[in-house]
């Protein structure tokens, strides 16, 4: 069923960006000079749906960016809790050890006083 919606939803999709890229293929000067806008000392000519992808992917990156940084919190929460683990599971292994050289009497194995 995941891979059916992801067919339908990605492919009419694709087909639009596709016939969208196509028609307009046209170029256009892309100024990031304020100051003078006649003669501008950076630009550069490039196809209109170019600039369409380009913010689309910006956007990606930025949301991708912003996402990663909100889930910092439970990244160290979970790296805590394994480090947590790891902790507790070398004292199983000590405790377990000592056990088996007999250095510990299990306490259902000890006399009552």
């Not at 003078?36 to 000519?45: G, R, Y």
């Not at 996402?67 to 394994?82: E, G, T, V």
């Amino acid at each position: 069923m995941k891979r059916f919606l992801s067919w339908a939803i990605g492919l009419p999709a694709a087909i639009v960006a596709i016939a969208f890229a196509l028609a307009n293929r046209s170029m256009v000067t892309v100024s990031l000079d304020p100051i003078s806008p006649e003669i501008p000392w950076m630009a550069f000519s490039v196809p209109i749906w170019s600039i369409l992808f380009a913010g689309v992917f910006l956007g990606l990156v930025v949301g991708w960016v912003a996402a990663w940084i909100n889930q910092s919190k439970w990244r160290k929460a979970a790296h805590s809790a394994r480090v947590h683990l790891e902790e507790e599971m070398a004292k199983k292994t000590a405790i377990e050890k000592r056990l088996n050289n007999g250095e510990m009497v299990p306490v259902e194995n000890q006399p009552m006083l």
